[in-house]
């Protein structure tokens, strides 16, 4: 069955660095997002992408955070200068498509993003 | 804006018990709602959805969910607890014209399941 993929799956980096957390959708779908949980706090929406553009983005979804789809099968978040409270579970997903009927998001395993 | 509160962050049950985790929504329209299952390092499983018809729903490892809007609720339960249904549970919802797809999540609720 087709999976979502995630690298790493632990990643540890210092405040201020950058990060770029990888992600290989299910190959026919078209719409891509990324999900994130603080520890202890409830998973909250970040951004979907959609045809090389960002459909829509939260609040937390700042300067801070840009994503690209590099090629035809990568999904990437990139965090430019991460900070303490960066540090939580990055969810991947990806849908065939979105709009008006709710189709499935699949979601990856993960990436746990420490930052000291 | 939507909400969902998850009444209940860990739940136990006996192996066997009925299973019952509750789930309400804020929401000025009646969205679509959803649960999903996490297992142990893994990513998030859609058990079952919400969209129109129906009001109960049928999902994938006995699991069902009935919506009920005059209580703003979208409670699961599973009439008999395996030891394999410990995991959690996350309820969410999606507005109904929602251009991003936007998933918004409860805070979860853990099972565990007692032989």
């Known amino acids: 069955e087709p999976e979502v993929t995630q690298t790493p799956s632990h990643q540890v980096t210092q405040m201020g660095q950058e990060v770029i957390l990888r992600c290989v959708p299910i190959?026919?779908?078209?719409?891509f997002y990324w999900y994130r949980q603080i520890l202890g706090q409830k998973v909250e929406f970040l951004v979907s992408?959609?045809?090389?553009?960002?459909?829509?983005k939260s609040e937390i979804f700042d300067d801070q955070f840009s994503v690209e789809r590099p090629d035809g099968s990568n999904f990437t978040l990139k965090i430019r200068s991460t900070k303490l409270e960066d540090s939580a579970m990055y969810f991947c997903?990806?849908?065939?498509?979105?709009?008006?009927?709710?189709?499935?998001?699949?979601f990856g395993p993960g990436t746990r993003l420490t930052v000291t | 804006a939507q909400s969902v509160t998850q009444l209940g962050s860990h739940v136990s049950v006996s192996e066997g018990a009925l299973v019952l985790l509750r789930c309400n929504y804020s929401?000025?329209?009646?969205?679509?709602l959803f649960w999903y299952v996490q297992y142990p390092n893994q990513g998030l499983q859609l058990l079952l959805k919400?969209?129109?018809?129906?009001?109960l729903v049928k999902g994938i490892n006995g699991f069902e969910a009935e919506f009920k809007k005059s209580e703003t609720s979208f409670h699961l339960t599973k009439p008999s607890a395996h030891m394999s249904d410990a995991a959690e549970y996350f309820c969410?919802?999606?507005?109904?014209?929602?251009?991003?797809?936007?998933?918004?999540f409860g805070g979860g609720t853990r099972v565990l399941v007692k032989p």
């Open positions: 929401s000025s329209v009646p969205p679509y």
């Open positions: 190959s026919n779908h078209l719409y």
């Open positions: 992408f959609y045809n090389n553009e960002i459909s829509e």
């Open positions: 919400y969209t129109t018809g129906a009001t």
């Open positions: 997903a990806s849908s065939e498509q979105a709009g008006s009927s709710p189709y499935e998001q699949y």
């Open positions: 969410a919802v999606r507005a109904v014209k929602a251009a991003g797809n936007k998933l918004t």
